[in-house]
């Protein structure tokens, strides 16, 4: 079941804000989508999960060189010293 | 008298690396302006990946070596989610252990001297956010945030031991001895300015944990857990609970207050990094490193005093100041003479640097080199110049960086040996304290005054062990 | 002779190099073609056509000079608009990266313009990657050229159209959970899902970082195969990438033994059904053998993609939050954290509904109930494909199990929208290569079909493919447009 105090929980930590229209209607469609991802129940646990990606050998792994990255990677709303401006902290 | 347990978090930078610990920038932030050291990578822009750095995993495996940890032999790394402007990503790339080992080292022990072990919990891998500054001084947070992403991303091993100190003075000494390890290592600069932060987390009474956060320096932890325990003390005092809080330390008021109770519910929603592969180190991973690592402080110090023979006091001394220890082996190169060249740095070569702060940084500006001090003992050892001499000579050189030889040549400092010139003085000595030489007579005190007092007539020059005899060969005339 | 705009990419090249005509005649045919058909089918995000045109022209240059002009010369391709192009605006179809201009190139662009490829511009999708039609996309959803009341698939609709109609002559998709395959299905042209770390993900814009793959999509093997090639290899950039063998065209091919998945033919749409049948017949017809195999864990795949997708794509999306990049929305006096909030308002409906259930599914309290299930139960997946692929070298069924849908139809119930995925979110589970080849209409809807290979024999999927095109005739172009 996901109540709407549910919803606007999962809201606040994903800091996402919920239109009046969103509010009323995804209630049942995340059920929905909880109900059907809930078959996975039927999975025998395991203690050590499986891990299906690949790994890395340690010889591979990038060396510890400095490369100067000389494109400007923030665009916008740069004070005169180069911070950038970011909204208020409380 | 209550029961006091105390853990330490311990935050710090790799400060050895020269990039950061997912992308070539520069690892050393430090007086660049602010946002000119990044890229795409630490600044998360859409579409960059994590490139893990080797040497990060190298530096991070033998601090896990030298803490005691177990090394597993695969690696992997979490994302640790949550919000926050200093956060590119908005989430943390770090390791984390309760679905499985991630962590570069577990269950290590570290010990404090003698008096005990502190166990240690986890050591692990993860980036620094970047900064935020404030429009304003201070943290007044209703200013407008100005953020700096020049850190962000650079190489964190953090440190977590089990709640084992029983006091700050135990603290201080795990933290000093720590500070060293990781200098021998080379892993970190302890004194660089931010490269180490520590959270303390302190409980009484067996009551609740607190948590103090933001202390940014390890002189400042020994304050932070003495007024927390004041302050809990007082509480429990009045009959009251403590509550299990975050504080923050307030490093200018030298209290510590309660953090925003935001910050202390977090679910980071914790889940393997996809972007990285799991790390294989390989079975002679930890082997090599073992052999390829640095000497730890305790092992130098078992080798000063076994291959120079050197007192467990002077060993002691040497090893807890890591450039005067090296130092002194680059001297031992040049020539031989542990017990002499150690005596002297100790002594009057580490009072020189004490007393003048800026060769004491580093001993970068120190115009006294090896070659000095080699060629110092050489005229000791070969009854060139006396003791007394040679420290005098020894300011000289500090000063001026000039060879020792020069400096002796130049103020006719060489000892005098000749008999005659040595007789000379002994007379004049006799004819100038006669009642000393009385006393002499029958008290050996009495012949070292007269010893003394040749041997500031020839300005500390005279061969002592001549001067002695013809002395008392001039006594029995008598 | 062929029309220039019609002309597969191979041809083009040849053509290039031997003078039969100029690039910035075939680009200049290829931008009037663009021009007649994009307002009835709604490609294209951004277009490029000066940019296209100069670069038309450096090559009919270097050609000129007899310099060297790479394998895809002169080639128009587009690409699907959540891959980075470095000055070139791109907004994964939403509005929070409305105005983000990449200072980067991906890895794959930066292949294709070494090796000549001339870029047309970026390519419609379903917003961030999310979903089947291209519907969810913020600007308009594109059209089906074969016929314009029906979606095109998605997530790279765009990426599918706009090579079906014409508008260019191949494109770069990304897939997630069948988002190449999807669109090649419904829109009858081919495309790839590589083996996981075949190719470069340095500037895919992520959605779900373990499951995810750049590929082609175009309209003859042949393309497929020089696209392949140039994008494929480990990238010092991407540490999931891997290195692989160059594909070949096969002169001849041995027997392959192919099986035919069972759960995916009896619960799809009865015409695809047929159509699907009768292809198994062209396989048996080039000399491989065909019988019916099993997947056990068939219906727990979904569900699991579902899991590790959201739970992914909460993370990965976690980063826009407007004060690096992004659309214009002043900070104001807006505390951070409400500012935060307040631009994410603007993600679109189903980018929303998979980061919230991506930040339940990673809750401590159910991390192990739905994540760590479906961890395990992707292992369980490979497990079982790599046991069929000792035995089978190539897996097929229906791509799609139904036809082109009319738009609207399954929008407003998530469900039945995810449940469109069902055969293809196996091959991104696995890690398998897996590619889509048209096989017929029904009524006039295409039909593809799906064949799987074990991790980086794509070699084998080509073989198959090869010869399955030269005895499948089918319309390569929509007469309608």
């Not at chain 1, 079941?1 to 549910?6: N, V």
């Not at chain 2, 945030?145 to 962000?152: K, Q, S, T, V």
């Not at chain 2, 030298?254 to 935001?262: D, E, G, N, Q, V």
């Not at chain 3, 994009?38 to 100069?54: Q, Y």
Request: net charge negative; aromatic share 8%.
């Amino acid at each position: 079941m996901i109540s709407k105090e549910d919803l606007e929980h999962l809201a606040q930590i994903s800091r996402i804000n919920l239109t009046e229209n969103e509010l009323e209607k995804f209630p049942t469609q995340l059920e929905k989508t909880i109900e059907y991802i809930d078959i996975l129940e039927q999975i025998a646990s395991d203690d050590s999960v499986t891990l299906d990606l690949h790994e890395l050998e340690f010889e591979e792994l990038r060396k510890d060189e400095i490369r100067i990255s000389d494109e400007k990677q923030l665009g916008k709303n740069i004070t005169e010293d180069g911070f950038l401006r970011g909204p208020k902290m409380k | 008298m209550s029961q006091v347990m105390i853990g330490l978090e311990i935050h710090a930078q790799i400060t050895a690396l020269n990039s950061k610990l997912f992308c070539s920038c520069r690892g050393n932030y430090r007086d660049l302006r602010p946002n000119s050291n990044i890229c795409e990578i630490c600044c998360g822009l859409p579409g960059s990946l994590p490139i893990i750095n080797q040497k990060a995993i190298e530096y991070s495996t033998m601090t896990s070596l030298a803490l005691g940890c177990k090394v597993p032999d695969k690696i992997m790394f979490y994302r640790k989610n949550y919000f926050y402007p200093d956060l590119p990503k908005n989430f943390q790339i770090t390791q984390y252990n309760v679905y499985g080992i991630s962590s570069m080292g577990i269950d290590g022990k570290y010990e404090l001297d003698g008096i005990k072990q502190i166990k240690i919990s986890r050591i692990q891998l993860e980036e620094d956010p970047g900064r935020i500054a404030y429009s304003e001084d201070g943290m007044n947070v209703r200013n407008t945030a100005l953020i700096d992403y020049n850190r962000a991303g650079v190489a964190l091993i953090e440190i977590v031991t089990e709640p084992d100190f029983t006091g700050p003075k135990e603290v201080r000494q795990f933290l000093n001895k720590l500070s060293l390890t990781l200098e021998h290592l080379g892993v970190c600069d302890t004194l660089l300015e931010g490269s180490v932060r520590c959270d303390v987390n302190v409980s009484m009474n067996g009551g609740n944990k607190v948590e103090i956060k933001n202390i940014n320096s390890f002189k400042e932890v020994e304050k932070a857990i003495n007024y927390e325990i004041t302050r809990q003390s007082s509480v429990y005092g009045r009959n009251l609970k403590i509550e299990h809080e975050t504080r923050h330390w307030d490093d200018k008021k030298k209290i510590t207050f309660k953090a925003r109770s935001k910050e202390e519910e977090h679910d980071y929603r914790y889940f393997p990094e996809p972007d990285i592969p799991v790390i294989v180190l390989g079975n002679d991973f930890v082997a090599n490193l073992k052999q390829r690592m640095p000497e730890l402080p305790n092992e130098r110090f078992e080798r000063f005093k076994s291959k120079y023979e050197l007192s467990d006091h002077t060993s002691n001394i040497l090893i807890n100041d890591k450039k005067l220890a090296d130092f002194f082996e680059s001297t031992l190169k040049l020539h031989f003479s542990p017990v002499e060249i150690a005596n002297i740095l100790v002594t009057e070569f580490k009072s020189l640097i004490d007393d003048d702060a800026e060769s004491r940084d580093y001993l970068k500006n120190l115009k006294v080199k090896p070659e000095h001090i080699a060629e110092l003992v050489k005229l000791i050892e070969g009854n060139k110049i006396s003791r007394t001499t040679a420290k005098d000579i020894l300011v000289k050189i500090f000063e001026s960086g000039k060879l020792p030889t020069e400096v002796v040549n130049s103020s006719n400092s060489y000892k005098i040996a000749d008999e005659k010139t040595l007789m000379d003085a002994v007379q004049s000595v006799f004819d100038s304290e006669k009642s000393a030489v009385e006393d002499a007579k029958n008290n050996r005190e009495a012949i070292n005054f007269l010893l003394g007092k040749v041997m500031k007539f020839t300005n500390g020059r005279a061969d002592a062990k001549i001067a002695m005899r013809l002395i008392n060969s001039k006594l029995a005339e008598h | 002779m062929t029309k220039l705009d019609d002309l597969l990419a191979y041809e083009v090249v040849e053509g290039l190099t031997e003078g039969q005509f100029t690039a910035e005649d075939y680009v200049t045919t290829i931008i009037k073609r663009i021009e007649r058909v994009e307002p009835k089918v709604h490609s294209f995000i951004t277009l490029d056509t000066d940019g296209a045109l100069s670069s038309a022209r450096i090559i009919d240059k270097k050609i000129k000079e007899r310099e060297d002009v790479g394998q895809l010369a002169g080639v128009t391709i587009g690409i699907k608009d959540n891959i980075s192009t470095q000055g070139i605006r791109t907004t994964c179809a939403s509005k929070i990266l409305e105005n983000y201009v990449p200072t980067f190139d991906a890895t794959v662009i930066r292949s294709l313009k070494v090796n000549g490829a001339i870029l047309l511009g970026k390519l419609n999708l379903d917003e961030f990657g999310m979903g089947s039609t291209t519907e969810y996309s913020r600007y308009q959803p594109t059209r089906n050229p074969w016929n314009l009341d029906c979606v095109p698939g998605g997530s790279s609709g765009g990426s599918g159209a706009a090579v079906a109609a014409g508008e260019c002559t191949i494109a770069l998709g990304s897939d997630t959970g069948g988002s190449i395959r999807c669109p090649s299905s419904f829109c009858s042209v081919i495309g790839l899902k590589p083996t996981y770390g075949r190719v470069s993900r340095y500037g895919l814009i992520s959605y779900a970082n373990s499951l995810e793959q750049i590929g082609p999509i175009c309209r003859s093997v042949r393309d497929l195969v020089m696209m392949l090639n140039i994008i494929s290899g480990k990238d010092a950039l991407d540490n999931t990438s891997m290195s692989s063998t160059p594909i070949s065209i096969p002169s001849r091919i041995n027997k392959l033994n192919v099986g035919i998945i069972r759960e995916l033919i009896t619960d799809c749409d009865q015409e695809v059904a047929k159509l699907i049948y009768s292809a198994s017949e062209k396989v048996k017809e080039i000399g491989c053998s065909c019988e019916e195999v099993s997947i056990k864990n068939l219906h727990y795949a979904l569900p699991s993609y579902y899991t590790l997708a959201s739970a992914e794509a909460s993370s990965n999306l976690a980063r826009y939050d407007n004060i690096r990049y992004g659309f214009d929305y002043p900070i104001g006096e807006y505390k951070w954290d409400t500012y935060f909030s307040n631009v994410r308002e603007n993600f679109g409906e189903e980018v929303k509904r998979r980061i919230l259930i991506g930040s339940y599914v990673l809750s401590s309290g159910y991390y192990g109930k739905y994540y760590l299930k479906a961890r395990r139960l992707r292992s369980l997946l490979k497990l079982e494909l790599l046991e069929l692929f000792k035995k089978y070298d190539l897996l097929i069924g229906p791509t799609m199990p139904i036809l082109p849908f009319k738009f609207g139809e399954k929008i407003d119930d998530p469900i039945k929208m995810y449940l469109v995925d069902i055969n293809t979110v196996i091959a991104n589970l696995a890690g398998i290569p897996a590619i889509s080849l048209p096989v017929g209409f029904s009524n006039g809807l295409p039909v593809g079909m799906q064949i799987m290979a074990a991790p980086f024999e794509e070699q084998k999927l080509i073989d198959a493919s090869y010869e399955l095109e030269k005895v499948i005739n089918i319309p390569r172009r929509p007469n309608s447009i």
